[in-house]
């Protein structure tokens, strides 16, 4: 049974109102208000990049000044509060859109955004953001077009986002392939990572 008193129900819509930012923010490309919604020394990890916030700024312009474009769709929140940190685990999508051999697609990924949070000077900030990943596909935008992906390359990747993988390697990024997925060890660890969290450990997560 939740037992939220009013104040943490504000502390959660302020916590929601930051997951929201990071979204707009990013996919308008508004960097500056983008720096702000990380702590200093605030971590980012992603299937194409993991490290801290600054440079995954650094690298997120380089890309679109190339024509990479990574949007995001938010769903429903659950937010923890336990004084000064929090954890917030939130649904999403992430949308990429090129060429496959060839073929335009969409390459549509849903999972949740895991996100450490943290209060400083009275005000909530991201910590880490570890994105899970659960389900992706990828569709040609000509329903009359097909596009047949290298076997060998797909098994490569977890399940949770092989079709994301597959196309962001043929950007030429360096995908990892450990990312937590809808179950097994390493999405386990996270959970146990975002306890730790809120028992006031600090942020040992490394992917």
């Known amino acids: 049974m939740d037992k939220s008193t009013d104040t943490d129900i504000i502390e959660k819509i302020k916590i929601r109102e930051l997951i929201e ?37 650094k690298v997120s312009i380089e890309g679109c000044d190339r024509g990479i474009y990574i949007l995001h769709f938010l769903g429903g929140s659950m937010v923890k509060v336990s004084g000064e940190r929090a954890v917030a685990q939130t649904k999403m999508t992430i949308s990429q859109r090129g060429d496959v051999h060839g073929v335009e697609c969409d390459i549509v990924c849903t999972g949740r955004f895991y996100d450490l949070i943290e209060r400083r000077n009275n005000r909530w900030s991201v910590t880490l953001r570890q994105p899970i990943y659960e389900r992706d596909r990828m569709t040609p935008l000509n329903s009359n077009q097909t596009v047949t992906l290298d076997p060998n390359i797909l098994s490569g990747y977890p399940i949770g986002y092989q079709n994301l993988a597959y196309f962001q390697q043929g950007l ?14 390493e999405v386990e660890a996270l959970y146990r990572q975002g306890d730790a969290w809120l028992d006031g450990e600090p942020d040992n997560w490394n992917r």
């Open 21 to 57: 930012n990071w979204v707009i923010y990013r996919d308008s490309a508004d960097w500056e208000n983008f720096r702000n919604v990380w702590t200093e020394g605030g971590r980012m990890m992603a299937t194409w990049f993991h490290g801290p916030a600054e440079e995954f700024i």
């Open 172 to 185: 030429g990024y360096n995908v990892k392939r450990d990312m937590p997925g809808l179950v097994g060890p």
